[in-house]
């Protein structure tokens, strides 16, 4: 009997021991250390994501720059077209000479040789025209994207958005089928006006065109100027 009240009085104390070691509480059954230590080690909560959006069709569409710069794409690509329309001119004069001469005549060999190179010459122009014109419009494209992109970031980081998406803006519109669908068929079919970004934009860059006219004149084509203006 007395052993066990010794082990009894031994167990105890332990206990009191490790009590006191851990600072258990006697209301949860934790410890004050543990508790503490997890709650360093959770991770600090992250703001929740907050996403703005774009309609790319309508800035493409009523940013002015792009009426200047599609204005210089026209008037090369009207060069190109005259230039070729003189090739086949000049073609189709020939091969009303060949018509002259015998086939197979000296002559009428002569002219076919001129045809031919002059046809292939006309091809290789048309194909290179074709492909720079191409090309310009690709970098008109780019010079106008990039352009809007910078104004969306600025936006974005003033306003604490951390996603902006492109979406289509149209309504439905009378009885216009295709329309509709394309309507039906967007991905975003809610948002709070506040959170579309475009009629800002929109207007930034058209402000900023504006003085850039104002300041150096007609700024050269697919010469992005935003870049150069202070925040």
Known sequence: MRKLLISSAVLACLASVFVNAYGQNPATGGTKKATSS???AAPAAEPPHKIALIDMGRVFKEYKKIEALKEDWKAEFSVSEES??????????????MKQFKTGSPEFIKLEKQQTQMAAEFESFRKNSQRDLIRKEAELLKTVYLE??????????????TMVMRFNSDTFDGDDMNKMQLVMNRVIVYHRPEDDLTDGVIKKLNSD??????????PAAGTPRIANQNK
Do not use: W
């Open 38 to 40: 997890a709650a360093a």
């Open 84 to 97: 070729a329309k003189k090739q086949s001119a000049q073609i189709q004069k020939i091969i009303e000479e």
């Open 148 to 161: 809007a992109m910078e104004i969306v970031g600025r936006f974005a980081d003033k306003f604490g958005y």
């Open 209 to 218: 065109y504006d003085r850039s006219l104002k300041q150096t004149g007609v």
